[in-house]
């Protein structure tokens, strides 16, 4: 019996980034991932092997530690009027993973995805995978790559489900301005799309 993947992996290749990375020959520098070229640092090694050597190891809860939970609500409550709580912080194993979480809780088969262009090669695949349709707002390279308010507009629609904003984007760079980031929410207010911020 042969293997069929499942039809949702149909349109899914390998990543221009990953074909990159895997055709550079041995011994060169190689461009294709964005991993840096140094150790993680010493200070957290250590305390990798210290936690692992003298803290009970097991399961954690499915949302991740409740103590790290917690420091991350703290931290990003901060100057807000209501602040997070434990609860609505889940930890994953990075963002790949994250994004690919946030996609199949809520995207259903026909919504659409509004993603920045250009954006991280990942983004249309995992609306792909979950059988949503991609729709592009420009970030115009003749602008530096900065947004495009009406083009957001445009993308805009009843069937749009999920908002993904990436600032500082991948691959540009570009920070969105505080101003642009109030035009979204005055145009998503009401509405019930949900906004996926990437801010790695």
Request: hydrophobic fraction near 40%; charge should be negative.
């Amino acid at each position: 019996m042969s293997f069929k993947p499942a039809d949702r992996l149909k349109n899914v290749k390998k990543s221009a980034t990953r074909q990159l990375y895997d055709s550079a020959p041995a011994g060169s520098i190689n461009l294709g991932l964005g991993e840096p070229d140094f150790q993680t640092p010493r200070v957290i090694r250590e305390e990798a092997c210290r936690a692992i050597q003298h803290e009970g190891l097991g399961y954690t809860q499915n949302s991740g530690l409740p103590s790290l939970r917690e420091k991350i609500a703290a931290y990003h409550s901060e100057e807000l009027s209501e602040p997070y709580s434990a609860a609505s912080v889940c930890i994953t194993s990075g963002v790949a993973e994250a994004l690919f979480d946030a996609m199949m809780a809520i995207a259903n088969p026909g919504d659409e995805v509004l993603l920045p262009d250009p954006c991280y090669i990942a983004y249309p695949v995992l609306a792909e995978i979950a059988g949503a349709r991609s729709v592009f707002y420009e970030m115009p390279a003749s602008r530096r790559f900065g947004f495009d308010l009406s083009s957001f507009e445009r993308g805009l629609s009843e069937r749009t489900r999920l908002v993904f904003i990436a600032s500082p984007s991948n691959p540009t760079g570009q920070v969105m301005s505080p101003e642009d980031l109030k035009a979204v929410a005055d145009l998503l207010s009401g509405s019930d799309a949900i906004v996926v911020a990437d801010e790695i």
